[in-house]
């Protein structure tokens, strides 16, 4: 069995997985459900669905209406391996609309919440060191795209 991750778009689900996949790599979009009839939030030949894949995890597209907007609740973490790949997918996902936030959080333009994040911060933040830790999660803090140097920095006390 395998678990898929419906997100609901405002009749920009094509856009979005066309978005996502060109992202990120073992990325896909695959078949869509085209309404065979009216339906609640659809007209008949309208895309109603559309089936991605994002780093081989599945996901619905679906085109509903404005009522339920993405909001922080749900977020995908991206578990980056250097900064240069948090720069990449930072940059990528805030562009044409997207948002930053703080401490690696930020929302595309489609509004879906993404931490683009590294595991190398846990060796900061959850170091045995409890001063440098504290010192960087207060840098961490303060961020909105992470910066591993400044984070070990902190740590460290530099």
């Known amino acids: ?9 405002n009749g920009r689900a094509r856009e979005a997985a066309n978005f996502y996949v060109s992202i990120f790599p073992d990325s ?6 085209i309404a065979p009839t009216d ?4 007209s008949q030949g309208d895309e109603v669905v559309v089936n991605f894949k994002i780093f081989k995890q599945s996901f619905i597209g679906l085109n509903g ?12 973490q991206i ?3 250097d900064q240069s790949e948090i720069d990449k997918y930072w940059d990528l996902l805030i562009t044409n609309g997207g948002c930053e936030s703080q401490c690696g959080w930020l929302k595309d333009k489609f509004g879906v ?6 595991p190398e911060m846990e060796q900061y933040i959850g170091g045995e060191d409890k001063a440098g830790a504290q010192r ?3 840098a961490m803090l ?3 795209k992470i910066d591993l140097i400044e984070m070990k920095n902190a740590y460290l006390g530099n």
């Open 113 to 118: 919440s993404w931490q683009v994040i590294s």
């Open 39 to 42: 339906t609640p939030g659809n």
């Open 79 to 81: 578990p980056c391996k």
């Open 142 to 144: 303060e961020m909105t």
């Open 28 to 33: 896909s979009v695959a078949n869509n459900w």
């Open 65 to 76: 209406g404005p009522q339920f907007p993405h909001n922080e609740a749900i977020s995908f």
């Open 136 to 138: 960087a999660t207060k």
């Open 1 to 9: 069995m395998e678990l898929t991750t419906c997100l609901w778009f």
